[in-house]
């Protein structure tokens, strides 16, 4: 039963390079989200999708890009990767709006 | 302008005593809130809901309440034990997403 998988769990990225956070789920879920959680802080929204096709900005979405081709997948994309994008991100998925369910977090550390 | 407010960021207690963690909100178009725990190095998982049309929600050791004219909220755990301690934050969705807050995490001593 692997509800929301998010690959890597650990990146370390140099100043400026770019990269690819995946997620997956297999819920057959609606609605995919990605947040970040920096120390000692809430979950700030970057971008989420409310189907196949279909993306919105949340708080935060600059530096970040986000696509949704298949109801399954929901990768979040880093240009140019900055210190200030050092953080935990998770992506969810909900089957409405309410409940969110969560993979266990990729740890990104940009030096 | 953070829309849900967690003004403890920590609380510790004995175990086996009453845990009362607090959640603030501004935004009167909120009508329905979260609680989720998250232990370190895992995703944040639901713990129990509650919907405004209540003004409590129980399951088992946790009871949420919820006074909609102060735009307050708190998540009761009687009694407390060691495993309980984590981050718990408080969240309220609304037009398909979900606001947080920053989270309290509680401590509890054997």
């Known amino acids: 039963n692997a509800g929301v998988t998010q690959t890597p769990k650990f990146r370390i990225l140099k100043i400026g390079q770019s990269m690819t956070l995946q997620c997956a789920q297999d819920m057959n879920h609606n609605y995919m989200y990605w947040y970040r959680q920096d120390p000692g802080m809430g979950l700030k929204l970057i971008y989420y999708s409310v189907g196949a096709g279909i993306t919105d900005k949340g708080e935060v979405p600059n530096g970040y890009n986000v696509s949704r081709s298949t109801t399954e997948d929901f990768p979040l994309r880093l240009e140019l990767a900055a210190p200030s994008q050092t953080s935990v991100y998770f992506c969810?998925?909900?089957?409405?709006?309410?409940?969110?369910?969560f993979g266990e977090g990729s740890r990104l550390t940009v030096l | 302008d953070q829309q849900v407010k967690q003004n403890s960021p920590s609380l510790s207690v004995q175990e086996g005593r009453i845990s009362i963690l607090n959640c603030d909100y501004t935004n009167s178009m909120f009508d329905y809130f979260l609680w989720y725990k998250k232990y370190p190095a895992e995703g944040p998982t639901f713990l129990i809901s509650i919907s405004s049309i209540k003004d409590k929600n129980e399951d088992g050791r946790f009871t949420v309440f919820l006074n909609k004219s102060a735009k307050h909220l708190s998540l009761h755990i009687v009694p407390s034990q060691p495993g309980d301690s984590a981050v718990y934050f408080c969240a309220a969705p609304n037009a398909g997403k979900s606001t947080f807050g920053d989270g309290t995490t509680l401590t509890v001593k054997p």
């Open positions: 969810a998925s909900s089957p409405g709006v309410w409940e969110l369910f």
